[in-house]
């Protein structure tokens, strides 16, 4: 057992503050005294920003403890909090605040003893990176000095110890293959386990899901499956029995595509029941992939270690090359990098050491041969089963780098999401921000920034002073890229002096929504307006920057010509590299070509008849009053017409999957609407379905309670309501919000208060803590709550007791923007109509949200509503069967008081079935 470490620690919560001398006792202080203390000499603390945040002293630094962890662990998983740090370093926990700061001298002392230990497994490149810390001042290098030892022979730095990806040939076309459904039930047999209790719903979903895997019988005419699966049916090995039958005997690919990370965190672990982790010559079988800004680019890396950085940001960059050594894949968000790493530097230091731009030179990158997107793009080639997202399907669909790359056989696990990903990833957006990056992608940096963008001239020096007409190419295109947006524009947008054609149509476009708004109480956030009845000032701006856009397109397309020429008949000095990196231009010409033929189309619709398959608007983007963004947007008014033509007509096999698939009224399962928006009917197909129901008690263990006594809009009877609410559960609790300003509203009235009880609560956009990492606290302590909005209705898989209680703070109904109220127009001639349309909407996120409280047989717990008035119609959206009851917020705070079950049965029950 190793012994604390004899420094000072600090410990502050929202129900109070405790100092621990070097040698001594533990006492509470004021945030004051707590402040001096740390301004004297430097304390143990955990999560610095945090710890700023609750004494309300935002320059507050210190030792703190889970940097010491990144050092030590780097790709190691620790909850950041007390008990967490307490769990990952097998101490034993405290039992309240004062006991941490003993804990964090006892977790100070078990790191750094293990810096001294023989079997210290991230030994290698410790001792060297700590030198560098030391020259930028870490605070903790001091402390390690004598306890790192430096190693005999000199380390290895990370560029040359990383190992180098292997070229392999292009995987041949599945042999088609049919596989039958005995040969599926018995391998969902054998994947479940011997002794699995055989779940009728999971074999009959299996069945339905090994069709997809079918042959195709004519060109264009997929299979389509949908199929709705009740929680708790196991529908991942479902779809994962026939899919990894198929690719075993057919030699092919298939790809599984979620909404949410961690989704594909659960899949990446179910798919090892049905593959080993390394084939015999060492391949991955199962590779997750994600869009290239979640990776770290290792040029990037390079530049910051390099001086790119500095202060901060360039200990964040050591402790990232730390983590580099040691990672699985090098994903940055959500994979083995710690979430809550980033938030202790603030700024954007971790985007910034991704590629977040596409400004990868790649062949001519030093890095490529050992680049971890480059690994693993190749290594997805080769795998049976690809785990990715649903824009990163889509956006390989459409411009996957090689048609052998491009998915045919996809599962859409969260499939109801499978609309809003094809709405944003099959939109147009001209905007400053948008214009920016490709003048930058174009021209380069510009004077004063940092790092390596260098632009098109020089990332295609080599074929500019070779081929003549390649290289006016590029330097027509520098020159019109001038008219784009440049560093600034905000500012000189909000003075009134633009400059060039671009800033002047932003310019028009943020006079014009801010002329027509009428948002009222909710200044300060975004603003937008339709594109009809605009003023011939705006009109006109709009045709000056389509033609400067068309002047930068023009040379593009010669400029893509040329390269393919070169391409063609290639000189000699052009070996493998280069041809890879003239690959890797042409593909990324080809998307901002389009990208531009794209916001040209948008502008030449501006002052004319509107096209009935587009929704058009204008927007200034704000948050709490500051400007980010002004632009023009363009929608499909049906993103799956879209879909179906990239994703489904070129695939075989398509399934899409979820709990909540169909919507669900008086009438039942609506599943002509699900069929319409699977995009299938765009190419006249007819998808299967299937149904499996969840084998969950939801009417014994779940009740949905409507307070009907707390008035919209009535922020103290909320934040109060709240509050008692999470006493009366004793934490546990997730609230959500519609409205960020209401959620920082009750947050801020009731979080010291539940403190005091020992009730922790956190809150997305509020606590310093990114939201994976807050879902991973809530998780792990349940007496902790956590309150949030959209993003945890959908990511949030809490079962067991730490979520035994959701409280939603009003019926959430959709947002009135422009394209909301175009869909509704639209629908309005359907069965139904209008309102139809939105119930359709709040019934989705009100299954959504009551799907996070019972994840497993045995959860349990209430589903709050605090809504005055709750229109019986959207009681369907509930599992049939669940006891539905109005009340008053006392009466519902005996009833969670009590648990599900215990509470004897009211007198005016309805419920959610139809
Ligand atoms: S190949 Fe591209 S993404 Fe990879 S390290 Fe180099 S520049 Fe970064």
């Known amino acids: 057992m190793s012994q604390p470490l004899p420094l000072p620690s600090l410990h502050a919560s929202h129900a109070g503050t405790w100092l621990r001398d070097a040698n001594g006792a533990t006492r509470g202080c004021s945030k004051g ?61 405290p039992e309240d605040d004062a006991g941490v700061p003993l804990l964090l001298q006892q977790a100070a002392g078990a790191l750094v003893a293990t810096c001294e230990s023989d079997d210290w497994a991230e030994r290698e490149g410790a001792w060297s990176t700590l030198q560098s810390l030391a020259r930028l001042r870490w605070p903790w290098a001091n402390v390690l000095a004598p306890h790192v030892r430096k190693p005999e022979k000199a380390e290895k730095w990370l560029f040359t110890r990383l190992p180098e990806w292997e070229e392999t040939p292009e995987r041949p076309q599945p042999a088609q293959v049919l596989i039958d459904e005995p040969e599926i039930e018995a391998h969902l047999e054998r994947l479940t386990g011997e002794g699995a209790e055989k779940r009728e719903g999971q074999r009959m979903y299996a069945r339905g899901a090994g069709h997809v895997f079918s042959p195709r019988d004519r060109e264009k005419r997929p299979h389509v499956l949908l199929a709705q699966a009740g929680t708790g049916i196991g ?48 391949s991955p079988p199962v590779v997750v992939r994600k869009g290239r800004e979640n990776y770290l680019c290792l040029l990037n890396l390079e530049d910051a270690l390099q001086g790119g950085f500095a202060g901060r940001p360039a200990i964040l960059a050591h402790l990232v090359a730390r983590w580099a050594a040691y990672t699985q894949d090098g994903d940055m968000i959500g994979g083995d990098l710690p979430g809550w790493l980033g938030t202790l530097f603030r700024k954007r230091g971790i985007a910034a050491l991704t590629d977040q731009r596409g400004e990868c030179v790649y062949a001519g990158c030093p890095h490529y041969r050992k680049c971890f997107i480059e690994r693993s793009a190749r290594n997805a080639a080769q795998a049976d089963l690809v785990i990715a997202n649903h824009a990163l399907v889509m956006v390989n669909a459409a411009r996957g780098r090689d048609l052998a790359s491009r998915p045919t056989r996809i599962v859409f696990d969260e499939g109801h999401h499978v609309f809003d990903a094809a709405d944003s990833t099959f939109s147009a957006a001209l905007t400053g921000q948008e214009a920016i990056e490709l003048r930058r992608w174009i021209i380069g940096p510009e004077r004063n920034s940092r790092g390596r963008r260098r632009g098109l001239a020089a990332r295609l020096a080599d074929v500019a002073s070779y081929d003549e007409a390649g290289g006016d190419a590029v330097e027509e295109a520098v020159e019109a890229a001038q008219a784009l947006p440049s560093d600034g524009w905000l500012g000189r947008l909000a003075e009134g002096a633009p400059s060039g054609p671009l800033e002047a149509l932003l310019g028009q476009v943020r006079a014009v929504t801010y002329a027509r708004d009428e948002s009222g109480q909710e200044a300060g956030y975004g603003i937008e307006t339709e594109t009809s009845q605009l003023p011939g000032e705006l009109v006109e701006a709009a045709g000056s920057a389509a033609q400067a856009l068309a002047q930068i397109r023009t040379p593009l397309l010669k400029l893509a010509g040329r390269l393919e020429a070169v391409l063609e008949d290639a ?73 179906a033509q990239v994703v489904l007509e070129p695939a075989h096999g398509v399934m899409l999957t979820s709990a909540t698939l169909t919507d669900r009224d008086e009438s039942g399962p609506d599943w002509g609407h699900a069929i319409a928006k699977s995009g299938a009917p765009h190419l006249e197909l007819l998808p299967k379905t299937a149904q499996a129901d969840s084998p969950f008690d939801y009417a014994g263990r779940a009740e949905v309670l409507i307070v009907t006594d707390i008035k919209r809009g009535d922020i103290p009877a909320l934040a109060g309501a709240y509050a008692r609410l999470i006493e009366a559960s004793e934490g546990g609790v997730l609230g959500l919000f519609t409205a960020i300003r209401r959620m920082r509203a009750v947050y801020g009235r009731i979080a010291d208060r539940l403190a005091r009880a020992g009730l922790p609560l956190y809150a997305q956009h509020v606590d310093p803590i990114d939201t994976g990492t807050l879902t991973d606290i809530f998780r792990d302590d349940a007496r902790a709550s956590l309150l949030g909005t959209d993003a945890l209705r959908d990511g949030v898989d809490v079962p067991g007791r730490s979520l035994r209680c959701v409280v939603m703070e009003s019926v959430p109904w959709p947002r009135p923007t422009i394209l909301h109220r175009a869909r509704r127009a639209a629908a309005a001639e359907e069965a139904g109509g209008a309102q139809r349309y939105d119930d359709r909407i709040i019934r989705a996120r009100l299954a959504q ?62 419920s959610g079935e139809s």
């Not at 955990?46 to 030590?72: C, K, T, W």
């Not at 479902?238 to 030699?251: D, E, F, R, T, V």
């Not at 690919?253 to 982790?277: C, D, F, G, H, I």
């Not at 704000?622 to 980010?628: G, K, M």
């Open 571 to 643: 000189p000699d000095w052009l070996d493998g590299q280069g041809r890879a990196r003239i690959e890797g231009a042409r593909h990324s010409l080809a998307w901002r070509i389009d990208l531009i033929a794209a916001w040209e189309a948008l502008l030449s619709r501006l002052g004319g008849p509107a096209d009935p398959e587009f929704v058009d608007w204008l927007a200034v983007d704000r948050n709490d009053a500051r400007e980010f963004d002004v632009g023009l947007y363009r929608h499909w008014l049906d993103p799956m017409k879209p879909f």
């Open 33 to 93: 005294e707590a402040v001096m203390a740390a301004a004297d000499t430097p304390l143990l603390m955990m999560n610095a920003p945090l710890v700023a945040n609750r004494l309300g002293y935002p320059d507050l630094s210190g030792l703190d403890l889970l940097e010491l962890f990144a050092f030590v662990h780097p790709a190691k998983f620790c909850v950041p909090t007390p008990k967490g740090l307490a769990h990952a370093l097998d101490l034993e926990e």
């Open 849 to 910: 949200a009551f799907g996070r409280l019972i994840r497993s047989r045995e959860d349990s717990g209430h589903f709050v509503v605090l809504s005055p008035a709750f229109p019986s119609r959207l009681l369907s959206a509930f599992p049939e069967g669940t006891p539905v009851i109005r009340l008053t917020l006392d009466e519902a705070l005996q009833r969670v008081a009590k648990g599900v079950g215990e509470t004897t049965e009211p007198e005016q029950v309805e």
């Open 235 to 282: 529908k991942t090995l479902g779809y994962l029995a026939p899919a990894s039958l198929w690719a075993k005997q057919s030699g092919g690919t298939v790809w599984v595509s979620t909404y949410t990370k961690n989704l594909q965190r659960q899949l990446r672990q179910e798919s090892t029941r049905a593959w080993p982790p390394a084939r015999p010559d060492g």
